[in-house]
């Protein structure tokens, strides 16, 4: 889980009252083995980073979420300029797709699989881009709740499909199955782009 507290719209502090308040957490699972990855950055320019990442089992999870989400700050840090210069929406969510490709590509001859769910703080706005069935959330000032991601999930699909109802859909056994992901056969990304004007918080979850 990764959390970020807007600082316009949110709690100031008094040693870095610009600067966004954020936190993340992670845990094992019933197996004991935690598959989940959570990091956080924020630069000298003002753009946060944030990411989650959810190894599958079975292909080297634990190591494929810890190098996704590591990867992930990594790259983004090195074009922290570029991000701060470009005002072009399209420009940024173009270059943060280019760096999961890139990560991606780094994956797949290790056989490791996880889902990567992040999103950057510019420009008064949030960048996402996301595969696989972790999650992105808006908390608005209004007390609404939104789901930022689409899951690209089992489930969902048949759901689209209207095949599953939604109450079918929370008790089928494999709900928490991807069919998106980094290093599968299928790692089609989706990026939007979300203005931070009457949002308190954003939170990035896995399952």
Known sequence: MALFQHPFNGQRTKEYPDRPLSCSATEAGKKGVNEDAAQRLE?????????????LSGHNGQEASQDA???FVERIQKKEKAIAR???????????????????AMLTPRSEA????????????AYLV???DSRAYALYLDGRVAQLTPDHSFVQEKIQAGTF????ARIYRGKHAPTRYLAG????????????T????LLLVTD
């Open 165 to 168: 109802t939604p109450e079918k």
């Open 69 to 71: 989400a590591s990867a």
């Open 43 to 55: 630069l000298p320019s003002g753009i946060g980073v944030y990411v989650v990442c959810d190894g």
């Open 114 to 125: 996880t889902t990567l769910t992040s999103f950057i703080v510019a420009h008064k706005k």
């Open 130 to 132: 996301h595969v696989g």
């Open 86 to 104: 470009s005002k072009d929406d399209t420009s940024i969510t173009d270059l943060l797709s280019r760096e999961v490709t890139e990560i991606n």
């Open 185 to 196: 056969s299928n790692s089609e990304l989706y990026t939007a782009v979300v203005s931070l």
């Open 198 to 201: 009457d949002i308190q918080s």
